[in-house]
């Protein structure tokens, strides 16, 4: 199975800056769609951004402008930077893989905004 390797989490200071970066231990096939989703106890996990093989982008409604989704959705790596973070950002952030042959999650990546 393909599986999906995280970074780029850790602290980060309200209107500071984070970059989480994601890439598959393989090469996957078929056409994928990256993003990544966090998720926060007692919350159902939320969507933050995504991106399709076609370069199609869409970003959670509490991004507000804040976030950029890049990479490469063919070989299954992305990377999400994320400025003028706020408190209640903090959250487990996670790398999702979606494709005709199957579906990947990331383990987790924790991001904790604090002064």
């Known amino acids: 199975q393909v599986q999906l390797v995280e970074s780029g989490g850790g602290l980060g200071q309200p209107g500071g800056s984070l970059r989480l970066s994601c890439a598959a231990s393989?090469?996957?096939?078929?056409?994928?769609?990256m993003g990544w989703f966090r998720q926060t106890p007692g919350k159902e996990r939320e969507v933050v951004a995504f991106?399709?093989?076609?370069?199609?982008?869409g970003y959670g409604d509490f991004v507000k402008g804040r976030f950029t989704i890049s990479g490469d959705s063919g070989k299954a790596t992305v990377d999400l930077q994320m400025n003028n973070l706020q408190p209640e950002d903090t959250a487990v952030y996670c790398c999702?893989?979606?494709?005709?042959?199957?579906?990947?999650w990331g383990q987790g990546t924790q991001v904790t905004v604090s002064s």
């Open positions: 999702y893989r979606g494709a005709t042959g199957g579906r990947n």
């Open positions: 393989s090469t996957p096939g078929g056409l994928n769609t």
């Open positions: 991106l399709e093989n076609s370069g199609f982008m």
